[in-house]
């Protein structure tokens, strides 16, 4: 489904990829884990469009989306969920989710926008109760929820979530977790990057490690997680 191959960026004269290579198939679950300043953020920006200083290439679904702006990734089924959420303090949960739509306006119709809403309130109940409220009044935990449901109402075939339990406390962190492993459930291909490495190594199929923007490990989750190397730098 997504291939990246040999990807560098870089932030004016700054270098933060080298030559980076991962694959993704559809319906797997891919964990990215590293320490702050890894390059995780800025390989899942190159692969949605958001920075387009780099060198190597991109292929989504067969088609080179190396050079396309994020516009236009989105609309062929890629969707990144970012770190810090993102979301439109002032507009209410049911606005958010609206806009999270926006790309479909064109192609679907009006009702299954409706349907894929309720789809989305039934997987996660609190939405709902809390759909008429603006989304700067949701605590921590239900906006990120609120982000991930935004993401879904983009219809996506690939689901790109940058640190999705960053600032959570315990509780939240576990629902949000286990709403990944359910979306992951219904078929959706996911790829997550995520700095709590036990959690995130353990609900993957396969997993990469960053270091100083180099892939430095790759393997199934379980491997990783039994690894010596990860266990010292990451899992202690």
């Not at 989306?65 to 062929?76: D, K, N, P, Y």
């Not at 306006?105 to 409706?114: F, L, M």
């Amino acid at each position: 489904m997504l291939r990246v191959e040999n990807v560098s960026s870089f932030y004016g004269l700054l270098q933060v990829l080298w030559g980076v290579s991962i694959n993704i198939q559809e319906g797997e679950f891919v964990s990215l884990i590293g320490a702050n300043g890894s390059g995780k953020t800025t390989l899942l920006k190159a692969v949605s469009g958001l920075v387009t200083s780099y060198r190597g290439t991109v292929i989504f679904q067969d088609r080179d989306i190396s050079r396309m702006r994020a516009t236009e990734v989105a609309r062929l089924g890629l969707c990144l969920v970012p770190e810090g959420r993102l979301l439109y303090p002032s507009l209410t949960v049911v606005e958010n989710l609206e806009l999270g739509a926006f790309s479909r306006h064109r192609t679907d119709g009006k009702e299954d926008i409706r349907q894929d809403m309720e789809y989305v309130f039934k997987l996660f109940p609190i939405l709902w109760e809390r759909r008429k409220q603006k989304a700067e009044s949701l605590s921590g935990g239900q906006a990120q929820v609120l982000a991930i449901a935004r993401g879904l109402m983009s219809k996506p075939k690939l689901l790109i979530l940058d640190e999705p339990s960053l600032g959570l406390a315990p509780l939240w962190v576990a629902e949000v977790f286990k709403s990944i492993q359910e979306l992951h459930r219904r078929g959706i291909t996911i790829l997550l990057s995520e700095q709590n490495a036990s959690a995130s190594l353990g609900m993957a199929d396969r997993a990469y490690v960053l270091e100083r923007g180099r892939v430095v490990l790759e393997g199934t989750g379980k491997q990783l997680l039994n690894d010596e190397n990860v266990k010292r730098a990451y899992l202690t």
